[in-house]
């Protein structure tokens, strides 16, 4: 990666592995930049990845919003048929005792995947538009540190339904609100995938710079 022509006018970056220090031009669509010195690659090229990733962050809004009104399972006992929504769901492990499960089930399905998506609605949307929210640097913080953990839902939820099925306590019905769950998985994914941090922050320091 060699330095551009106009190079003091673009944000220094460091290699995250080896601290050699950058200063990255926009890339061009698939391209890559890798760290002369190591060889890790600093950043990618994407094209339109802006409106990609707000394109599937909505489409995630929407699965959040019927994940959470649906129940995501139902459980057959004794003839008896109980729906859960994973608020009620949760609310169900709290009579049980179990506290750590339901409050990792809150946080981990409910409450991180939430941020993540306002998250990146309130920093993503404003930009597109050429203006930079005012809390930008604290919540884009907090829209990608959130995306990890609100991967582990989807995992503590199948952990749950194995616990009831290997207990045989009762036969477990999926739901609507299931379905939406794992949607709602797979548009983050595609969301993260789609996003270029470096390209976020950089339009970010413009903006910051020209105000
Ligand atoms: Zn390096």
Sequence with gaps: MHEPANADRLPLMACHECDHLYRLPNLADRS???CQRCGTILARGMKNSLDKTLAYTLTAL???MIANTYPILGLKAAGQEQHY????????????????VSVTVFLTSILFPLLHILGLLYTLLPLRGARLPRYFIPVFKVALSTLPWSMVGVYMLGV???????ADLATV???LGLYALVGLLLASVAAAASLDPLSIWQLAD???RER
Aim: charged share 15%; hydrophobic share 60%.
């Design 32 to 34: 890559l930049a890798r």
């Design 62 to 64: 929407v699965l959040f």
């Design 85 to 100: 929504t994973l608020f009620s769901g949760a609310l169900v492990l709290v009579q049980y005792n179990l506290w750590e």
């Design 160 to 166: 749950l339904v194995s616990i009831v099925k290997l």
């Design 173 to 175: 019905v999926p739901g």
């Design 206 to 208: 413009r903006l910051r």
